[in-house]
């Protein structure tokens, strides 16, 4: 107590201040086509940012579902109806939804699930497809999120290689992601039928069309 830290000042009576750098994710946003599939890697606090995307995907499809509750009815020239013509436009935009997956980890279920009942809420709704959750401290055997990544790899990789996924992770830099990586490689190449070299190619070229994003950080 009273010692100063090394990357801190001391502030106004005596208090700690601590500087904090913002840095912009101008990139780390869900594609506008709802189509396509989407694949979130956030275990811990890197999940904060997927609340927004589950958040925006719930208004779309509100918006959605407005539209069509809202048709008009009638009769159009040459005897066609109204209310059957655009029924059918709605349900087809509908359809075009993404599945969406969600990779989260934790250390126990009873300590930091962070937004356990909004997600669950989420997934009842039918705007997370699947909540996969990794709890790393319940068992002697430690579980994360690339374990679960693994576990669904065949899933994992129809999602990219097929339906044209895009891929998000947010979290620790220092490991996470790395490993997070590495499973993405091997399940590309275990379910893809890819070399393991080509597979790193393809998450580099998907990196370069802005279809694998990460947002990270060390500490």
Request: hydrophobic share 40%; charged share 25%.
């Amino acid at each position: 107590p009273g010692r100063r830290r090394a990357g801190s000042d001391v502030g106004v009576g005596g208090g700690i201040r601590i500087p904090i750098f913002v840095k912009p994710a101008n990139d780390f946003n869900p594609p506008s086509n709802t189509a396509y599939p989407l694949i979130l890697v956030g275990p811990g606090t890197g999940v904060a940012p997927f609340m927004s995307f589950l958040q925006h995907r719930r208004k779309q499809k509100s918006a959605l579902a407005a539209t069509k509750s809202a048709v008009c009815t009638g009769t159009w020239r040459h005897g066609f109806d109204v209310d059957d013509l655009e029924d059918d436009a709605a349900t087809s935009i509908v359809s075009h939804f993404g599945d969406v997956h969600l990779f989260f980890g934790c250390r126990r279920h009873d300590h930091d699930f962070l937004y356990e009942q909004e997600l669950k809420d989420l997934q009842a709704e039918g705007v997370l497809t699947r909540l996969h959750v990794a709890f790393s401290r319940e068992r002697e055997h430690k579980v994360y999120v690339q374990d679960h990544l693994r576990a669904h790899g065949r899933v994992v990789a129809d999602l990219i290689l097929r339906q044209g996924a895009f891929v998000y992770v947010c979290g620790d830099g220092q490991k996470m992601a790395r490993d997070v990586h590495n499973v993405l490689a091997e399940v590309l190449h275990r379910h893809g039928n890819m070399r393991p070299g080509d597979a790193d190619a393809y998450l580099a070229e998907l990196a370069a069309r802005q279809r694998y994003l990460k947002d990270i950080w060390l500490a």
